[in-house]
């Protein structure tokens, strides 16, 4: 679907801001599907009667940053949107293509290996797909949990771009070697491997090694009040 496209636009612990330049060098389609996603949270917002600054205080974003997004000068993480989605009430995949919520029936939810949602990544300087495992749980789920798959990557630059999102992230490696580079210093991550640590505070990530890095990612976000 057309809306699966946000997800070209972002990786997990990247986030950039796209100045009026940029917009016009981008894809018809693709800003189409920023306008789409900005002007759902814009719209849910104002439905319930919510200002800018209170979805700030629900989401521990700041109010100008909601509004860049808002505005179409910012493209948010996935982990971002996770916790703005969350905030208003709705599964994230509501707002990349319109997807109806899911049934709140209190039974187990399962996703099967065969049932995972993939959406690609080749926004930045390679590719990488996520495959959500539990997109079925109920819309006030604690946690967002990925299947991420992404290449080998050239070494980090020493300005190599640190970025932040709201709430706490587990990455578990099932496959290959990752670097994390974390709040300024670097770890390695290998098979079995699983780091835990507050996405607050500046992360990124890459492959390293002769095959591309697989990973359980986990996104948790406490929604403040």
Same mark, same amino acid.
Do not use: W
């Given at each position: ?39 759902? &949270? ?41 916790? &703005?989605?969350?905030?208003?009430? /709705?599964?994230? !995949? ?15 939810? &399962? ?14 300087? !390679? ?17 967002? +949990?990925? /299947? ?22 587990? &990455?578990? /490696?099932?496959? +290959? ?6 709040? +300024? ?11 835990? !640590? ?20 986990? !996104? ?6």
């Amino acid at each position: 679907m057309l809306h699966d496209l946000y997800f070209s636009l972002t990786s997990a612990c990247c986030e950039r801001t796209v100045d009026n330049m940029e917009m016009d060098k981008l894809d018809k389609d693709v800003k189409l599907v920023i306008s789409d996603i900005s002007l759902k &949270i814009k719209y849910l917002r104002n439905k319930q009667n919510m200002s800018v600054n209170a979805l700030a205080r629900k989401t521990g974003l700041a109010g100008s940053y909601l509004s860049q997004i808002e505005n179409q000068k910012r493209v948010p993480a996935i982990g971002t949107l996770v916790n &703005i989605a969350r905030a208003l009430g /709705i599964d994230v !995949f509501y707002l990349v293509n319109g997807e109806k919520p899911v049934d709140q029936s209190g039974e187990p939810f &399962i996703v099967k290996a065969t049932e995972r949602r993939l959406v690609t990544l080749p926004f930045r300087s !390679f590719d990488s797909t996520y495959e959500s495992v539990n997109y079925k749980a109920k819309n006030d789920r604690l946690m967002d +949990g990925y /299947i991420l798959t992404a290449p080998d990557q050239v070494p980090f630059e020493p300005k190599t771009e640190e970025r932040a999102h709201e709430g706490e992230e587990l &990455i578990f /490696i099932l496959q +290959g070697t990752q670097e994390l580079l974390y709040n +300024g210093k670097s770890y390695i991550l290998e098979e079995g491997d699983c780091c835990y !640590f507050d996405s607050n505070k500046p992360h990124n990530a890459r492959s390293v090694g002769d095959e591309p890095s697989k990973a359980l990612v986990v !996104f948790a976000t406490k929604n403040k009040t």
